[in-house]
């Protein structure tokens, strides 16, 4: 199903999706990628095709995006809920008919989801030394107040996954890095050890599942929120927006990694010396293009291989 809708997509070399309009719904927010409207009682979450890069959002998108970005969360959230219940109601557009007429442009881009209470943090969990990660290593042998081994190397496998979390910001504003005990003081302790436990059991099945279909995930970001007094996954879900995506093969700690994620687009705004502030600059067409066949990669690798599996039995 996946593959047949990714190859009808490019056959029609979809528009890049950068905003949407909607005036049968009233807008509840506009976040760095999605747009999210009121439903009935629930949020209509749209994933667009715009990109967000170091808490940025640029004038360009990336083809696909938003499709790619949908359908791995909804893989994901089905694959957990042996762990952990999940906000989504419905990720089809026949199934409102306020929508039938915008089909073209949100097919395979929505989540219909529960309106939930998050939690003002972000849960991030490591297994390999990456990023702000291997930063904060080199300079002080531990991340977010977590010692770890000496003599690591840049994208080493860490001996356990370790459990990071960051404060959530708005739009423009850079998420801060925070220690387990300063987000016991955010949201509680006793709560604050059930969103730990949970996220490494996710991460921890994930990583196993996507390792068997040749890619690494270096790490991760999870959001959780309250539904009836329990704690539920929300958001996306070890997308390619959330995580580091490397290729298994040809893995060697050491260097940086090539990657299926946007990664490399940050790379290319590093070398380019930006400075990481509005305005962003232009993407050239062949950064946006990679991008985009890199994302495309990443749902083939991690739903394509499943469909087919599930098509056999």
């Known amino acids: ?154 994208s080493s496998k860490l001996p356990e996954p370790i459990f990071t979390p960051s404060t959530k910001a708005e739009v423009g504003v850079h998420d801060e890095n925070i220690t387990f005990d300063d987000m016991k003081k955010i949201i509680g302790e006793k709560l604050a050890d059930e969103v730990k436990e949970k996220s490494i059991r996710i991460y921890k099945k994930a990583e196993s599942i996507a390792k068997n279909k040749g890619i690494i995930i270096a790490d991760t970001k999870f959001e959780f929120g309250i539904f009836n007094g329990e704690l539920i996954l929300i958001d996306e879900l070890i997308t390619p927006d959330s995580s580091r995506f490397w290729p298994l093969d040809g893995f060697k700690p050491g260097k940086s990694q090539l990657s299926f994620d946007k990664q490399f687009v940050r790379d290319y705004l590093i070398s380019i010396n930006w400075d990481k502030r509005p305005p962003p600059p232009d993407l050239p067409p062949e950064i946006i293009e990679k991008t985009s066949q890199k994302y495309l990669e990443a749902l083939k690798r991690i739903v394509g291989e499943e469909s087919k599996e599930s098509k056999k039995k």
């Open 1 to 154: 199903m996946v593959a047949k809708t990714v190859k009808r997509k490019e056959r029609q070399m979809s528009k890049v999706i950068l905003e949407t309009n909607i005036p049968e719904l009233k807008l509840f927010k506009k976040g760095k990628v999605r747009d999210i409207y009121e439903i009935n009682s629930d949020l209509l979450i749209i994933a667009t095709d715009r990109l967000s890069a170091f808490d940025v959002v640029f004038k360009q998108g990336i083809p696909f995006k938003g499709m790619v970005l949908t359908q791995i969360s909804k893989y994901w959230f089905k694959v957990m809920e042996d762990i952990i219940p999940n906000h989504i109601v419905s990720t089809e557009v026949k199934e409102y008919p306020v929508l039938k007429k915008y089909k073209d442009e949100l097919e395979g881009r929505i989540m219909v989801v529960k309106k939930v209470k998050p939690l003002m943090v972000e849960c991030v969990v490591r297994g390999y030394l990456a990023g702000s990660a291997w930063n904060e290593y080199k300079e002080k042998g531990s991340v977010s107040g977590i010692k770890l081994p000496r003599g690591l190397l840049e």
